[in-house]
């Protein structure tokens, strides 16, 4: 409607987060910057979105180079989590055995089974109390949706300094914070509090890359919470790679 332009100054181009944009997207691209190379960067395995593109075997950007002219490097080494994260969450994962952990050494993940929604607060209060205590400085409370990380925020706002992210968020502070997963993507805390890991939740097969990508938010504590049965993206991995213990037991990962 209001004709296009080109830009010929820029040389190259750098997408993150490459497995949100659609094909259409870096069609746009290329041709918004047709002078320019590009160096594109994204995980697929956080690909949340629908219309997410696969970087894996023929990506769109090769499609609009060539082959000849496109370089792929597979990055499989993981910095962010410790160990113990890393062989939990790559297990959900078709083919996430490539994935490589760093050799730094915390706590294993912990899934914390509660009867009640009154049991879950409880514990996640206790939860924060502890990770505060062994020096945690950020941590997300972390929901599937912007409707759940309300309803988490106002459960436990009277118990805990806490701070609701939304959209309109414009920064990231230390301190609690309650966030829909979708807005974790691409943040990291110390420690991550995933608020409902239930069944009733996440169960679909196309959830679990949502869930993987709430849960490896987490550097150095992971706790994953339900109200009667954990989601079977949990239930699949070898037990031997988390702890569950009931609500009001004890918490301390091995």
Do not use: W
């Amino acid at each position: 409607m209001e004709g296009f332009q080109t830009n010929t100054v820029v040389r190259h181009v750098v997408v993150d987060e490459a497995q949100d944009f659609s094909p259409f997207q870096y069609e746009f691209i290329k041709r918004l910057f047709p002078r320019a190379r590009m160096t594109v960067l994204g995980d697929f395995n956080q690909a949340i979105f629908a219309h997410a593109t696969s970087l894996q075997e023929d990506t769109p950007v090769a499609k609009l180079y060539g082959e000849e002219e496109t370089e792929k490097i597979v990055l499989t080494r993981s910095y962010r989590s410790t160990r113990e994260i890393v062989e939990f969450t790559r297990a959900m994962l078709p083919g996430g055995e490539a994935i490589e952990p760093f050799q730094r050494d915390g706590g294993k993940p912990v899934a914390v089974q509660a009867s009640q929604p009154e049991e879950r607060i409880r514990q996640i209060v206790r939860d924060v109390a502890d990770l505060q205590a062994e020096g945690m400085g950020s941590l997300a409370i972390i929901c599937k949706t912007a409707a759940e990380s309300l309803e988490a925020y106002h459960a436990l706002k009277d118990q805990l300094d806490l701070r609701l992210v939304t959209k309109e968020t414009a920064t990231f502070e230390k301190g609690i914070q309650v966030i829909p997963a979708y807005l974790a993507k691409g943040v990291e805390f110390d420690a991550v509090l995933l608020y409902d890991a239930s069944k009733s939740v996440y169960h679909r097969e196309s959830e679990r890359k949502l869930f993987y990508t709430a849960c490896t938010r987490a550097m150095h504590r992971l706790r994953l919470y339900a109200v009667g049965e954990l989601s079977p993206f949990v239930t699949a991995v070898d037990p031997e790679l988390y702890s569950l213990v009931p609500a009001g037991g004890s918490v301390t990962a091995s």
